[in-house]
Structures are given as C-alpha cells and as structure tokens.
C-alpha cells in the first residue's frame, strides 16, 4: 500500500473500532441499568479485594485504610499524567459522590496513583482538587504502592516509549466500594455511569 492509502486504511479501522467499543460500553451501560444495582458485585468471582495499606496523602501525611474512621471508601488506581481513562472515571466517581447527597458524608473518595514516580504529593494536591474537594489523593514509596496494588488486584506497568520523562502507564481501571470493616462491597467496572454508581453505594451504605 501506498503512504496516503495505509494512512486512509489506519483511521478508518481506529474509527471502526472507535464505533464498536462505544456500542459495546453503551450495551453494557443498558445491561447494568436494566438489572439495577444488583449488576454490580464484588463477590462474584469469590477472589479477596482489598487489604491494609500504607500511603502518603496529598498534603504528606501518612495515611493506613483506617483513617478514614466509619466511612466507606471509594477507591480508583490510576496516574495524574493519564489522558484519558482516569480523569474519566474520576470525574464520574465525583458525580456519583455529589449525587448521594447527605449520604456523601458517609463516603470517602481516594485516588490512589500507580505511577509514584512521578506522582509526588505535590503533583497529587494539584490533581484531586481539579476533580472534587473530598477527594484524597495518595502516592507512596514503589513498594507501598505496589503492596496496596496487589490487595487489590489492580494490574499496572509502563507502557513502551521512546520518551522517559512523557510515559504512560497500563493499568486496570475499576472503582472498589469498600466497607468500613475493609470489605469489597461493590466492583464497578470502567465506564459505570454516575447515576448507576450512585444508586448502588446508596443501597449498600
Ligand atoms: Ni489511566
């Protein structure tokens, strides 16, 4: 093929998948909102999510899945240098905490980066304000990081590049709802719509 014709070739098949991703997310945003909250678990697949950590907060004071007393935790992994994806879902966990109403006292959002590296506390204080005033940012050593990465199963490596300082980081994208006690309530996948995510943290508060 000639230049201009694979150039044609490429974005015609990124368009097409474009469209079938979008409709798969959309079939699956219907699917949820016919079954109800009831869509959503964590204990379906019977694994063990979540654990102790041991972070740093976005105004650098150390931080244990405890301090946050008798509120439930809705905890997002990603990295502020994310383009797309995290910035998504964070947006949409902030709508689905102002949604709760008086019940958004009883939730407290974390954002914790999988990319230390680059995501200091000060990077992290810059970043949560942009997205919601509750929102508590933690980063950590590589091996804090990693520790509460595995409790709860997020997967996450940098992606290849050609440019060190300008990397993006793989990982998983799932928003947890934990329990006061450090149990998995609720496991929403990427792209749960805000108002769906709302109405099943109010059921399970
Ligand atoms: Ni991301």
Redesign the pocket.
């Known amino acids: 093929m000639t230049r201009s014709r694979a150039a044609r070739f490429l974005i015609l098949s990124s368009v097409v998948l474009a469209l079938l991703a979008g409709f798969a997310l959309w079939q699956v945003n219907r699917e949820l909102a016919r079954r109800g909250s009831a869509g959503f678990s964590g204990a379906v697949t019977g694994v063990q999510i979540g654990g102790p950590f041991e972070l740093i907060d976005h105004t650098g004071a150390a931080v244990t899945e405890k301090s946050f007393g008798d509120r439930h935790l809705l905890i997002y992994f ?2 502020t240098f ?6 998504t ?1 964070l947006a949409g966990m902030a709508t689905a905490v102002d949604r709760l109403g008086a019940d958004a006292a009883k939730v407290q959002p974390l954002f914790i980066t999988v990319d230390p590296a680059r995501d200091t506390v000060e990077v992290m204080a810059d970043y949560v304000g942009l997205f919601h005033p509750d929102l508590v940012g933690l980063t950590g050593s590589d091996e804090q990081i990693a520790s509460a990465a595995r409790a709860y199963r997020v997967y996450y490596g940098r992606a290849e590049t050609d440019d060190p300082d300008h990397y993006l ?1 793989d ?1 998983s ?1 799932l928003v947890y709802l934990m329990a006061p006690d450090g149990s998995n309530l609720i496991v929403f996948p990427y792209g749960t719509r805000p108002d769906a995510m709302a109405d099943a943290i109010r059921d399970a508060l």
């Open positions: 990603g990295y994310c383009p797309d994806v995290c910035p879902e980081m990982h994208s």
